[in-house]
Structure formats: C-alpha cells, structure tokens
C-alpha cells in the first residue's frame, strides 16, 4: 500500500470534470484507490464518491492505492494534480 | 402566507431581456416522499434486472436531452447533461446501489432515493457555490431515474398548463430545457448568475428571466401579480395598478422596438449614405450558423473550433473535423464561414495536448503556438478545413499571431497540407482565403506589413484590448484598468483598419466591442468592413447602421480618437446613440 499527500491547486476544486479525469485514470488499473479528507474515505474509481468529498481548491487529500500497479496509478494521479487538471 | 399583498420591488442579475406581466407559477423539485418497501427475497433478481433498466432508459434520455441542449443553447449547457451522464456510468455507485438491494432487501426506488439523498445531504452542506450546484445535478438525474423506475418515462411534471410567470429557487437542468415558450413568459430564480444553465436556456428561447434574486421563491404564491423587467433586473411583487400601467407601457415599448427590428432584420446593414457593413455571427456549433441566418447575418466572421476538443478527451480525427467545417459551411451557403484554427492554452486546456502549468499563461503556450509546435493536429485539422473548402465558401484563420514568423511558418504547413491532400487526391480550394486575428498589438503595429502576405483580418478586442493595456481580463482585482476605449486601442483598430485598406486587405472585428451597439457607429466611423458577434446581436447593431450615415460615424470616430480616456470615450458613444434612441434603455446596460 502507498499513501501520498496532495494539494488541490486547480481553480474550482474537485468538481465533477476534474472528478471524471481522476476516476477515469483510477479505474485503468487495477489497484484499488482511495481519496482520504477529513475522516472521509471515498472510492477513486466512483465519481459520486470524489465528489462528495467536496474538496474545494487548497484542500489537502490523501491517495491511498493497494495492488499491483500502485505506484504507476499514484505517479498518474499525482501528476494530474499538479497540472490542475489541466483546467486553469 | 401572510396576507400582505403590498408592492414590493427586488432586484436581481437581467440574463434574458424582455418585459413579463403575469401571474406566479411556483416550481418545486419534484421530490416525492418515497417509502421502503420490503422485497421477499424470490423478488431480488426481478428487482435488479428493473433497476438496471431504469439506468438504461435514463441514459438514453439524458443523451436526448444533451443533443437538444447543444441543438438550443450550446456546449455551455450540453456539459451539464454530459455530467448527468458521468453520474450513471459510475459502475461503483451502481453496485453499491445493487448491493444494498440486496442486502437490505427493498425495492429500488426506495435504495436509489436514499442513495441519492446522502450524497446530495453531503454536498448541499459543502462550501462553494461549484459543488452546491452539483447538488441540483444530483436531484435531476434521481428524479429522472425515479420516474423511469415508476415507468412515468420522461415526461417532466409540475409543468403550467397556463401562461405565467416561473418563480424557483431554481430550475433543474431537465426543467429548464424542457420549458413551454407557449406557457412560459418569464423567470424568476432565487440562486444563478449569467452563465447559469437556466440564464444560457432562458436566453436561447427569448424568455425574459432574472436570476440571483436572493429570495423570492420564499415571497410568492401561486397566483400572485408579478412583474419582471429582463432588461434591468427588477422584480416587482404584487405591482399597484400604477405599477402595472406603467410596465404595460413599457412592455409595448419593447416590443415595438423588437417589431421594428424584426422589420428589417433581412434588410441589408447599409448606411443612410450608402455604405454597407457586413454583420456576421461568431459560432462554436456548426448548427449555431442557422442561428446566424434567422438573425440576419451573412456569414460566420469566427467559428471556434476549440470545442471539438473541449468536448472530449481525445483528439478529434481529421474526418470528424471535415464533417463538422463541412456542416457549418453547407448551412450558412452561399456566405462565407471563417474557421479559426484552435486556440487553446491560455484558460483553455485539453488532456491530449500536454501544457505545463505556466506562470503567465496568457502570454504562453497558447493558440497558434500550440499548433506550430504539434504540427501533426494542425495538419490534420488544416486538411479539414481545406477539405470543407472544396464544397463551401470556407476560409482559415490563424490565432494569436504576433509578427511575420508564425504567418509564414503556419502558411508553409498549409501549403504542406494541401500538397498531401493533392497526393491523396482530395479536392480542395487552393485559392482559400487565408487570415489572421489581430489580436496582439505588435502584430497591429506592423499590419500594413503582414497585409502583404495574407487576405484578411480580424481584430480581437477582448485580447487586443488585455494585451494592449496590460490587463488581465479574468483579474477582477485590476478590472477597472480593462479599458475597451483606452486610447491607445482605438488607434491600433484604426491603423490596422488602414492597413488593410491600403492592400486590399478585408478588416473585420469578431471581439465583444463587435457586438456592443454603443461601439457599433465607432467601429464603422473607423473604417471595419465587417462586424462578428454573438447572432442575437445583429438585429439592433443593424438597426443602429442603417439609422446613421457613414459620415456621421466617421466624424463621431474622429470626436473619439481625441479624447483622452475610456470613460470619456465611453460616455461620449452612449451619448451619441441615446440622442437617436431614447428611451431603449437595454441598450445602455
């Protein structure tokens, strides 16, 4: 299992295109991820689930990913936040 | 409800003009109570199987309702249902959904109910209007999902079967597509502001709508007077019979003003002297060009083809390209269609084009920059459109140009595509006309120059204006000093104006200042052959050209090159349109 700090830099937080983005790429894999905020544990392959985390801009999550390819899928989502989701 | 009928005046954000007079129709989310009802287990498998129908169904109205948004109202408002559409592939929720059916042992509707009513409790709660909304999103896809389940289809109900006015917190999605135009004659919302889907609706079918207003679905019944000015934004609750004169007068003013500008709305844009001005329409639809013709314009001065990639996630095929230029140009036949290549970057990203987080975006890697370093999208998106010009009056142009180096070097991919186009066989106009939006200042500085080596251009205010004054346009803390009449960017209108004059270069405008009736008799005054705006606009800025005689907007032009501030440019043009038309105060919002 690896765990892994994030902070939320993209504009409008994790609403629901960047939540697309961030569930698509979770659920190429086959590690089972998950996003922790604020005594909130949310399955990253469920947008529903990211969503409600409502976490908005400066927010800090922590990804948590369990299988095989863990590292790649957290290199992945690592790199999306810090491209802000390519949004702004 | 109190029995206190007195006047009373709120205000909110005018985001569709036009005068209601009418009576309250208030419309809730419908939010039935659902109770649980227990399945015996023998039931389960039935009740999956209904659950992943109704999950079927819904898709394919959502799909529906996402093509008619895109058809009425444009990607803005297509987006919402694409997200709709996210929520039920999420294969993660529906197995828990699945799962508590069959574990719990209750019927569908009620799981789904409940399901639904913890995210949504979550995410009302949650800080930031962004995920608030989202809640709105969350209620429309469950009672869509509800009503399938109950084999209600897709019929949305709480609907008036009168004329009246709608009063709402606020309108779903699905509610706001699906409105009456017959029944419907104006809007009223507590929560929204101007690029709300209810406000970017209401618009697209000309219904008078105020939204932002705080509260007033709290304030009203069914049945109550109401009154609503689109044009400024006041919502006048049980109006005086003053009250009600006076806004029937007004009422019949507008629509007078909206009678005339019907009249002429096929007429030619020519001047009391003669001159004629081309209007055009700025699209991002290939369909939104029937919007232009039904508005009067002649032609598409800017197609925005960023959405083919804004709207998805890989990079659109050159066939797909064709399809659409090809589209947008058989519909606005026999006038032209001026496709911009794509500009992204900036506050424009898609995932297939990598774009590091920059500091200064705006002055990055944007627009043709992009283009010229993944020369293998451009080419392919250049083959389209030189494809598309084979069969319409299609013409290219290229983004964010600052001097001779991206010209010539766009130009020479083009020259590349069409030889790769002649191997293949593919017809194509090689006479295409070629352009450039002007839209940074030095590319203005030495207009007369790059006139030589293209066929037309268009000036884009909202840049020109940003980089010419050094202003970022989306910083709202250094709004005040975004000066669309700054000086110093009415000369570069005028000298590149004169540029293209001297070589036989068309001069067009395809920013906002194009479609802002008070900047219409400057623009002329200044010599532009062509004005692109958003289609809605046409009709008045036409009314204004053909009210006016060249010689007169000149010497207005002349007046303005003079002065000395935005603010007095500004008043100055105001001035001058309310001396011709009074008492049309949407014009001066």
Same mark, same amino acid.
């Given at each position: 299992m690896i765990q892994k700090e994030v902070t939320l830099l993209n504009r409008l937080g994790l609403h629901i295109r960047p939540a697309a983005q961030l569930t698509k790429i979770a659920s190429k894999y086959q590690a089972d991820v998950y996003l922790l905020k604020d005594g909130m544990r949310v399955n990253g392959k469920s947008i529903m689930g990211v969503m409600m985390l409502a976490a908005a801009r400066g927010s800090t999550l922590v990804l948590e990913a369990i299988g095989d390819d863990e590292q790649q899928l957290i290199d992945e989502l690592i790199k999306l936040f810090e491209n802000k989701f390519y949004e702004d | 409800m109190s029995a206190d009928k007195r006047e009373q005046i709120l205000r909110g954000i005018p985001a569709s003009p036009g005068i209601a007079i009418g009576i309250v129709h208030r419309m809730v989310y419908d939010e039935p109570e659902v109770l649980p009802r227990k399945l015996a287990p023998s039931e389960i498998p039935q009740e999956l199987g209904r659950f992943d129908r109704s999950i079927e169904e819904t898709r394919h109205a959502i799909e529906r309702s996402r093509d008619r948004a895109l058809d009425v109202a444009g990607v803005a408002v297509g987006k919402i249902f694409d997200a709709h559409l996210l929520i039920l592939a999420d294969e993660v929720f529906l197995d828990q959904v699945r799962g508590r059916i069959t574990r719990e042992q209750f019927d569908a509707e009620y799981i789904i109910f409940d399901s639904f009513a913890q995210m949504i409790e979550v995410i009302s709660r949650s800080q930031g209007e962004v995920f608030r909304e989202r809640a709105t999103d969350l209620r429309d896809v469950r009672t869509r999902l509800l009503r399938f389940l109950r084999g209600d =289809?897709?019929?949305? /109900?709480?609907? @008036?079967?009168?004329?009246?006015?709608?009063?709402?917190?606020?309108?779903? *999605?699905?509610?706001?597509?699906?409105?009456?135009?017959?029944? $419907?004659?104006g809007i009223a919302t507590d929560v929204g502001g101007l690029t709300s889907h209810t406000a970017i609706l209401a618009r697209s079918m000309d219904i008078p709508t105020i939204v932002g207003i705080g509260d007033v679905s709290g304030k009203v019944q069914d049945g109550?007077?109401?009154?609503?000015? #689109?044009?400024? =934004?006041?919502?006048?609750? !049980? @109006?005086? /019979?003053?009250?009600?004169? +006076?806004?029937?007068?007004?009422?019949?003013?507008?629509?007078?003003?909206?009678?005339?500008?019907?009249?002429?709305?096929?007429? /030619?844009?020519? &001047?009391?002297?003669?001159?004629?001005?081309?209007?055009?329409?700025?699209i991002e639809l290939p369909r939104e060009a029937e919007s232009v013709h039904a508005h009067g314009g002649t032609g598409v001065g800017l197609f925005r083809s960023e959405f083919l990639f804004l709207t998805r996630e890989t990079t659109p095929t050159e066939d797909e390209q064709f399809e659409v230029y090809d589209k947008a140009a058989e519909i606005m036949a026999p006038h032209p269609v001026v496709i911009r290549t794509f500009d992204l970057g900036g506050d424009k990203y898609h995932a297939g084009i990598n774009i590091r987080d920059e500091k200064n975006p705006f002055l990055g890697y944007r627009a043709i920059r992009v283009s010229l370093s993944r020369r293998d999208l451009f080419k392919v998106q250049l083959r389209a459109i030189l494809r598309a010009s084979a069969r319409g009056n299609v013409r290219v142009m290229f983004p964010f140009v600052s001097g001779f180096e991206e010209l010539r070097e766009s130009l020479a991919v083009l020259q590349e595509a069409k030889q790769e186009l002649n191997q293949r066989k593919l017809a194509h106009d090689p006479n295409m006309l070629v352009g450039i939006m002007v839209e940074i200042p030095s590319?203005?500085?030495?207009?007369?120059?790059? %006139?030589?080596?293209?066929?037309?251009?268009?000036? #884009?205010?909202?840049?020109?204006?940003?980089? &010419?004054?050094?202003?970022?346009?989306?910083?709202?803390?250094?709004? %005040?000093?975004?000066?669309?009449? !700054? @000086?110093? $960017?009415?000369?570069?209108?005028?000298?590149?104006?004169?540029?293209?004059?001297?070589? =036989?270069?068309?001069?067009?405008?395809? #920013? +906002?200042? #194009?479609?802002? *009736?008070?900047?219409? *008799?400057?623009?002329? =005054?200044?010599?532009?052959?062509?004005?692109?705006? &958003?289609?809605?606009?046409? @009709?008045?800025?036409?009314?204004?050209?053909?009210?006016?005689?060249?010689?007169?907007?000149?010497?207005?032009?002349?007046?303005?090159l003079k002065m000395d501030t935005s603010q007095e440019v500004q008043s100055f043009l105001r001035g001058e349109l309310k001396k011709r038309f009074a008492d049309l105060p949407i014009w001066f919002s």
């Open positions: - | =289809g897709d019929i949305i /109900p709480d609907h @008036p079967t009168h004329q009246v006015i709608l009063v709402a917190e606020d309108l779903s *999605p699905t509610q706001a597509l699906n409105l009456d135009r017959e029944l $419907v004659h109550d007077s109401i009154i609503i000015n #689109g044009n400024s =934004g006041k919502v006048i609750l !049980h @109006p005086t /019979p003053d009250s009600q004169v +006076e806004y029937e007068e007004k009422r019949e003013r507008y629509r007078g003003f909206q009678r005339l500008l019907e009249d002429i709305k096929f007429q /030619p844009a020519v &001047t009391l002297d003669g001159r004629e001005i081309k209007l055009w329409g700025n590319a203005a500085i030495i207009a007369d120059r790059l %006139a030589e080596e293209c066929d037309f251009f268009s000036i #884009g205010t909202n840049d020109l204006v940003q980089y &010419t004054v050094a202003t970022d346009r989306a910083n709202e803390q250094v709004a %005040a000093y975004y000066r669309s009449y !700054h @000086p110093g $960017v009415l000369r570069l209108i005028e000298m590149t104006v004169k540029a293209g004059a001297k070589h =036989g270069v068309h001069v067009g405008i395809c #920013g +906002e200042l #194009g479609g802002s *009736p008070a900047a219409a *008799p400057l623009l002329v =005054g200044l010599g532009l052959e062509e004005l692109s705006m &958003t289609a809605s606009m046409i @009709p008045e800025i036409k009314k204004i050209i053909r009210s006016m005689t060249y010689e007169e907007c000149k010497r207005i032009a002349r007046k303005a």
